[in-house]
């Protein structure tokens, strides 16, 4: 395997975690163990292989449309919520860091390791990683509504080295999804992938150091 000098991360559930859903239908009179359920099942929907083969993530309009059908799950028990969870959840200024990503991110940069970021998203994420300060530590953002073109298909890896200057074979993909990010394997990228943990807890970040 040649060195590895460079590193693609996806966004959500791998360097940033969502606002909490659950919690939403909570402060709007939902029993709390029924937003939670509710909560997982359309979370574990949205992950399926049929809704990603939906390519929501080409345009906003097709990505309000997606999530907003996935939301009604919750509209028998609170009409009109869909919307609400929309701009609570899926404006994704509205993410957090999880705590290694501000650990990590500084960790490889001062090491001479590029960094990119490679998402199925709608909307620019500079905004988001400029609002921690960790924007200077991203070399390239590449985005799925730019390039047309969504996880996994292998042409958004390829474009997301080609940002960052790195060759495939030398750059590692670090994500939290076989479906969308498992397609960096097809693309010649060596790739890491990080099982579920509780927003706000340690992501398990320092795995990637240790292959630096």
């Not at 402060?27 to 359309?42: N, T």
């Not at 309009?61 to 969870?85: C, K, Q």
């Not at 988001?128 to 958004?156: C, M, N, W, Y």
Request: glycine share 8%.
């Amino acid at each position: 395997m040649a060195q590895l000098t460079a590193v693609l991360f996806d966004f959500g559930d791998t360097l940033f975690y969502s606002p909490d859903g659950a919690g939403l239908m909570v402060e709007e009179g939902l029993a709390p163990d029924l937003a939670d359920r509710l909560w997982r099942e359309i979370w574990a929907s949205a992950r399926s292989a049929a809704e990603l083969a939906r390519q929501r993530d080409v345009s906003p309009e097709r990505h309000r449309e997606a999530w907003t059908r996935l939301f009604a799950r919750a509209e028998p028990h609170l009409p009109g919520v869909s919307e609400r969870l929309y701009e609570r959840v899926m404006v994704t200024d509205n993410w957090t860091p999880f705590p290694d990503s501000e650990r990590t991110l500084p960790w490889l940069k001062e090491r001479g390791v590029r960094v990119g970021v490679v998402s199925n998203v709608t909307s620019d994420l500079r905004p988001a990683f400029a609002r921690h300060g960790l924007d200077a530590f991203v070399d390239s953002f590449t985005h799925s509504f730019e390039q047309r073109v969504e996880k996994p298909d292998p042409r958004i890896f390829l474009a997301a080295c080609e940002a960052l200057g790195s060759r495939p074979a030398e750059t590692l993909m670090v994500g939290d999804s076989h479906l969308a990010d498992g397609g960096a394997v097809e693309a010649g990228l060596t790739t890491l992938l990080l099982p579920p943990v509780s927003r706000g807890t340690e992501r398990g970040l320092d795995l990637v150091t240790k292959l630096f």
